[in-house]
């Protein structure tokens, strides 16, 4: 497979096809709908799932390179303990944005006995640490697959 099939599979399919799916939204509800579609989907840190997989996916691709003799081996096992690294510090981020929306979301309905009409509000925080994480996982991923090829 070539690097630009393996790239629209591994990085894109994943990053991009669901906000891209989620434009599709724009043409029978509008731009406004879509944007907090796009919003809504990224903003607890959402995207940090994704940097999980291709992390995982990386490791995958490393271990079989080390299992097929082919590369270095120290380099080998310094980017799989990077990217378990990588992938354990998403676990706690998006963990952590998920409990202070669980938190943002059960204050008003313990204080007043009402469910909020809006579920959580938009973490800046989150939505740049996802975007972040996930493209140095997603170019880090592509450096090691062409190191490996």
Known sequence: MNLFFWTLLNLGVPIAGPIFTLALVAPTHGWRVAKTLIAASVKDGQLLWCAIGLCAA??????????????????????????????????????????????ERAAPIASNGQTPFVAGSLSPVAIGASIFTTSVAAVLFAILHVCLI
């Open 58 to 103: 990386a490791v995958y691709e490393a271990v079989t390179a080390l299992e097929r003799g082919s590369g270095v081996v120290a380099t080998l096992e310094s980017a799989i303990v990077g990217f378990c690294m990588l992938a354990f510090s998403c676990s706690i981020v998006v963990m952590s944005a998920l409990v202070n929306t669980h938190r």
